[in-house]
């Protein structure tokens, strides 16, 4: 079981630039979270994803999007990249109501 | 809304001594409580977690961690700590399994040779 898998595991992007993050849920999960670890703060939830569609959101700007696709899989799309928006994004898996969720190795983004 | 509350930032401890570390919640009702352990630059790694039933759980690592409902606290504690148990850990509270969490500012643990 390869569990949860998160792609790049680092990027730098420039402010105004787009960015594009990807994971791939456990096998036999369903639902993917996305969390923001800004640098020594514990994670920040950004959305939910529960068949194709964003069941939850967090405190996050519409800069923020997400897709979930057929095989569970997700993407994390941020907008307008501002120097603020460097972390760790957190990408998490479960299995709606009766797991807990694991969560990947996460993406490094910085924004220069 | 609810929260969470880590009070300790770092806390030092030397290698075979005990560890406690402290989660307090605030939360409208009974949630499901979680602790992530992270190691620098990696993801989160689930220790331990109590949705109900008996109040002292047991995690991986020789983990434990106390749910007591009138102090609204979810006490993470080991008997002897190991060298590699130094990392940051957080506590996490959620609705359900699989809801969202929502973390503590996470405990820095250093561990003394």
């Known amino acids: 079981d390869a569990g949860v898998t998160q792609s790049p595991t680092h990027l730098i992007k420039t402010r105004g630039q787009q960015v594009t993050l990807r994971c791939s849920p456990k096998?036999?999960?369903?639902?993917v979270s996305w969390y923001q670890q800004a640098l020594g703060q514990g994670p920040q939830f950004i959305f939910q994803?529960?068949?194709?569609?964003?069941?939850q959101r967090g405190n996050f700007p519409d800069r923020f999007s997400g897709h979930q696709f057929p095989n569970y899989s997700s993407e994390l799309n941020v907008n307008a990249l501002l120097l603020g928006d460097s972390a760790l994004y957190l990408c998490?898996?479960?299995?709606?109501?009766?797991?807990?969720?694991?969560f990947g190795q996460g993406t490094r983004l910085t924004v220069v | 809304a609810q929260s969470v509350t880590q009070p300790d930032i770092h806390i030092t401890v030397s290698e075979g001594a005990s560890l406690e570390l402290r989660c307090n919640y605030s939360?409208?009702?009974?949630?499901?409580l979680f602790w992530y352990v992270q190691s620098p630059g990696q993801g989160l790694q689930l220790l331990l977690k109590?949705?109900?039933?008996?109040?002292l759980v047991q995690g991986i690592k020789g983990f434990e961690a106390e749910f007591k409902r009138s102090q609204s606290s979810f006490n993470l504690r080991k008997p002897s700590v190991h060298w590699s148990d130094a990392a940051e850990y957080f506590c996490?509270?959620?609705?359900?399994?699989?809801?969202?969490?929502?973390f503590g500012g996470g405990t820095r643990v250093l561990v003394k040779p």
């Open positions: 998490a898996s479960s299995l709606a109501g009766v797991s807990e969720a694991f």
């Open positions: 996490a509270v959620g609705l359900a399994a699989g809801n969202k969490l929502t």
């Open positions: 096998s036999g999960h369903d639902t």
């Open positions: 994803y529960y068949e194709e569609e964003e069941r």
């Open positions: 939360y409208g009702a009974t949630p499901y």
């Open positions: 109590y949705f109900s039933g008996d109040t």
